[in-house]
């Protein structure tokens, strides 16, 4: 079965780092995209980046270069998100996502969703 | 960015839902995908490339629309169907998605 298994919901405080993971399986981790999708509580869906992690090619979008690290492990089958400091306003559910082919960034294989809640 | 309406649809199961999706600046080559999200779950790829449907969505939905207006139908409402629906496009840089329409119950 293909999919994508995600680490466990995190509490932090304001400024703590964190390392998020999704864990591929049923496909050939290194021929795919990974993607990384943020949502706010109560909102709608944000891209955040993207990973292929045959060559560690990653794309961020500009709203969150520079805030968020995107990394893969080819050797595991794990894509991952990490915040060196992180804001309240990082409180979200964060999915990984794979898309239908290595050419397009419709997403049909989505994680479960990893609930982070920054507060202090 | 992607602007949908309406923000919320109140319907009946049977009728037809009329989903809208605008964008500030052609999309290319008309990639623009649909997803169904509903509480506490991950969304789910209904359609690609603005009018082909993902594998295993049944044919009620359907996808339409080039250049900066897109569509999503739904044509007859069936009570699994009462959800939230985004959609994103990915033929610009970076992809971006609506703020998403609610289809609930009247």
């Known amino acids: 079965e293909v999919q994508l298994v995600q680490s466990g919901a995190e509490v932090k405080k304001p400024g703590e780092s ?5 864990k591929a399986s049923g496909f050939r981790f290194t021929n795919y995209w990974i993607g990384w ?3 706010m509580p109560g909102k709608g869906l944000e891209y955040l980046g ?15 270069r520079g805030h968020i690290t995107i990394s893969a492990d080819k050797t595991i089958n794990t894509a991952y998100l990490q915040w060196n400091s992180l804001k309240a306003s990082d409180t979200a559910i964060y999915y990984c996502a794979r898309p239908l082919t290595v050419s ?8 479960q969703g990893t609930v982070v809640t920054v507060s202090s | 960015v992607l602007t949908q309406s309406p923000g919320t649809l109140s319907l009946s199961p049977g009728e037809r839902a009329t989903l809208s999706c605008r964008a500030s600046q052609s999309v290319s080559v008309n990639y ?3 997803y169904q999200q509903k509480p506490g779950q991950a969304p789910r790829l209904l359609i690609y490339g603005a009018s082909s449907r993902a594998t295993g969505i049944p044919d009620r939905f359907s996808g339409s629309g080039s250049g900066t207006d897109f569509t999503l139908t739904i044509s007859r409402l069936e009570p699994e169907d009462f959800a939230v629906y985004h959609c994103q496009q990915y033929g610009n840089s970076p992809p971006t998605f609506g703020q998403g329409t609610k289809v609930d119950l009247k």
């Open chain 2, 32 to 34: 623009v995908a649909w």
């Open chain 1, 37 to 39: 999708v943020r949502q």
């Open chain 1, 50 to 64: 993207i990973i292929f992690p045959y060559d560690s090619d990653t794309r961020y979008s500009p709203s969150f």
């Open chain 1, 18 to 22: 964190l390392n998020i993971s999704c």
């Open chain 1, 104 to 111: 397009s960034k419709a997403f049909d294989i989505w994680g």
